[in-house]
């Protein structure tokens, strides 16, 4: 790479725009300055060494040619259909006016055409890895994965340290499905290239997609033998062992990586989970706590630090770290849970009340949302409200429990006609769960003397 950059023809051309002195370039050392930024997409002096290149060799074919693919990689796409055309009885064999006729007609969204003029290109055996690279984007284009496949694994022939062409290649078996023939053919590329980390990677996520995490497991361990430092694959070798109830290993695994991670409170948050599993609160406290240390906005490691201490059975502790959570992630709605139900336990029903409010807007489908709402509201006293709450509840639900709820709540408010029409809908509604209903509201159903044609309801 540092070969590529320090390319002495562009110095030389550098050198003389920044102090202004006359430097000869022959036509093919400017075709060779001008490809240089175009790789590089350095428009600005791609055009400044086109202009030059111009004002010397105005007729001069090979920089036109340069000219049509500044044109294309710019987007210029009238400037480039016009050189297209001009060019195209002087340049018909040419590869690189060929290539960028196909990426002309590729950004035109003709990938037909493209495909045609990159075929044409092959013929010429120049830059094929290049060239089987771009036809397999094409292919794609036209939903042939299967094509495109067979166009990047030719491009990894010529060119086996591609990534692009090997990621590609991946991309295509994901595609299709074909997670097992994917296994094969990584398995065959690193035969060919045994320290090839990338490979070794992807091969342990194509044995996650089948579940075999022992072989992930293998695949992930020469990862990082070849790449001590490779985060990824400590990651994702920590899971396997998580996916294998290995909880000890994976810890192991996560605290060796520790010495190298950037993000640390991720992996930290991981060894929590990991001690909880194995049911070890102390030591999964301590790693949760690391964690928002390293990083305050970690709003799931707050949230562990609260499960851990509601466990431990100290409330004010887990009602502490709830907020924490909260004041980092406002709209996650088991957050909220957690905040109401710890309120809850502690006797603090008027905040569990305005958390309920919240819930229901973040999570307005969830049927129980409503109902231990209204639950609430009634063990606070305040029927009126809860009766309130159970008459939206039906904007979403038509469930006979929320009709026996209303039904007991209009008789607490000594409103017996509507208790009565309310009970008798929950009874028509679900009459399989009156005696669960019963022994909830027992209340209601002893104060209630209603004659039904089945006596046998109640």
């Known amino acids: ?9 562009v110095n030389m051309f550098e050198e003389m725009l920044e102090e202004n002195k006359s430097i000869y370039f022959e036509a093919d050392e400017f075709c060779e300055i001008i490809s240089f930024y175009l790789d590089i997409y350095d428009f600005e002096y791609a055009l400044k060494a086109i202009d030059i290149a111009f004002s010397l060799y105005p007729n001069n ?10 044109f294309v990689g710019t987007e210029d796409l009238h400037n480039a259909s016009g050189l297209i055309d001009n060019l195209k009885e002087l340049c018909f064999a040419n590869t690189d006016y060929l290539i960028a006729t196909a990426r002309y007609w590729s950004l035109r969204k003709f990938p037909f055409k493209s495909i045609d003029f990159y075929l044409a290109a092959l013929k010429n055996e120049e830059d094929e890895d290049y060239i089987y690279n771009c036809l397999g984007n094409e292919y794609l284009e036209i939903n042939e994965p299967t094509l495109a496949l ?27 499905h074909h997670h097992r023939e994917c296994i094969t053919f990584l398995n065959q590329f690193i035969d060919v290239n045994p320290y090839s980390e990338e490979a070794w990677f992807q091969l342990g996520l194509q044995y996650l997609n089948l579940n075999w995490y022992e072989k992930a497991l293998y695949a992930f361990d020469y990862t990082v033998i070849i790449n001590p430092k490779s985060i990824a694959g400590y990651t994702q070798k920590a899971f396997c062992y998580e996916k294998l109830n290995k909880w000890e290993q994976a810890i192991a695994v996560y605290s060796e990586s ?5 993000t640390a409170a991720f992996t930290l948050f991981k060894i929590g989970q990991a001690y909880n599993k194995l049911r070890k609160p102390i030591q999964a406290l301590n790693s949760f706590q690391k964690a928002v240390k390293e990083d305050p906005q970690f709003d799931k490691a707050w949230f562990e630090l609260s499960d851990i201490y509601d466990t431990l059975g100290n409330n004010e502790e887990a009602l502490h770290y709830i907020k924490k959570a909260l004041d980092v992630e406002s709209k996650e709605v088991n957050y909220w849970k957690k905040y109401a139900y710890l309120n809850i336990q502690l006797g603090k029903y008027e905040e569990a009340s305005d958390s309920f409010k919240i819930i229901i807007d973040l999570e307005p489908n969830h049927f129980y949302n409503w ?8 063990s606070l006293g305040d029927y009126s409200k809860a009766a309130l709450i159970l008459h939206k509840s039906f904007e979403n639900f038509h469930r006979a429990e929320l009709y026996y709820q209303l039904s007991n709540c209009y008789f607490l408010l000594k409103n017996n006609e509507k208790s009565e029409k309310f009970l008798k809908l929950a009874l028509k509604l679900n009459p399989s769960i009156k005696q669960e209903m019963q022994e909830k509201y027992s209340i209601l159903l ?13």
């Open 1 to 9: 790479m540092e070969d590529f950059f320090d390319n002495e023809l």
């Open 371 to 378: 109902l231990a709402y209204s639950e609430l509201l009634m």
């Open 61 to 70: 074919i090979d920089i036109k040619v340069k000219q049509l693919e500044y």
């Open 446 to 458: 002893r104060g209630n003397n209603i004659k039904y044609k089945n006596p046998g309801i109640i």
């Open 258 to 262: 520790l010495v190298f991670d950037d």
């Open 150 to 176: 067979n166009s990047y694994k030719k491009a990894l022939e010529y060119n086996e340290k591609d990534e692009y062409s090997l990621f590609s290649c991946i991309h295509c078996y994901e595609i299709l």
